[in-house]
T-cell receptor, first 113, second 117 residues
């Protein structure tokens, strides 16, 4: 099965710090890489997504860095806030997001005061 | 923006009964919908892809007769867990691809927590 590997499994960051979550994929046919945020008992919500034709995308405090040759991408959350405490999933799909998503294993992020 | 409505949010049922979960695209048409299952503290695992007007495509290891999927219209897909057992207790989430050329590609429902006693 196509895999997307995510690390770390859990992460604790102090308020105001930078949270960094990493993902690696195997299938070079993937061309759409979104990040989702999920709170307990809720469905995932899209944070930010990137295509492999760019190496970085920034939206507010969230930045995706993408390394096509290494088949890796990461999420950076700047100025992390307690409200950012949630589980984050990276994902990948083909056909620019019009096909099924393969999710990473998730990272439980906790922002401490 | 586009919204996917999933109902019910939670359901408790006795072992052996069947449970139906509905997923509706509220302001766009979805010829395809995806059904995921998520166990506590785990990732979302794709169960099946429902296709309007044709049979659903199931992922390897998912029992077709256990998890019945019907894509009755361009805005409605249903997942029926038949003869539910405690091991079927999980969080079920549907999603639908947007028909917009730009912006968010996939919209998720709010999920259904199924508890089988």
């Amino acid at each position: 099965q196509q895999q997307v590997k995510q690390s770390p499994q859990s992460l604790i960051v102090q308020k105001g710090g930078i949270s960094i979550i990493n993902c690696a994929y195997e299938n070079t046919a993937f061309d759409y890489f979104p990040w989702y945020q999920q709170f307990p008992g809720k469905g995932p919500a899209l944070l930010i997504a990137i295509r492999p034709d760019v190496s970085e995308k920034k939206e507010g405090r969230f930045t995706i860095s993408f390394n096509k040759s290494a088949k890796q991408f990461s999420l950076h959350i700047m100025d992390s806030q307690p409200g950012d405490s949630a589980t984050y999933f990276c994902a990948a799909s083909k056909n620019f997001g019009n096909e099924k998503l393969t999710f990473g294993t998730g990272t439980r992020l906790t922002i401490i005061p | 923006g586009a919204v996917v409505s999933q109902h019910p949010s939670w359901v408790i049922c006795k072992s052996g009964t069947s449970v139906k979960i509905e997923c509706r695209s509220l302001d766009f048409q979805a010829t395809t919908m995806f059904w995921y299952r998520q166990f506590p503290k785990q990732s979302l695992m794709l169960m099946a892809t429902s296709n309007e007007g044709s049979k659903a495509t199931y992922e390897q290891g998912v029992e077709k007769d256990k998890f019945l999927i019907n894509h009755a219209s361009l805005t409605l897909s249903t997942l029926t867990v038949t003869s539910a057992h405690p091991e079927d207790s999980s969080f079920y989430i549907c999603s639908a691809p947007s028909d917009m050329p730009r912006g968010e590609k996939l919209f998720f429902g709010s999920g259904t927590q199924l508890s089988v006693l």
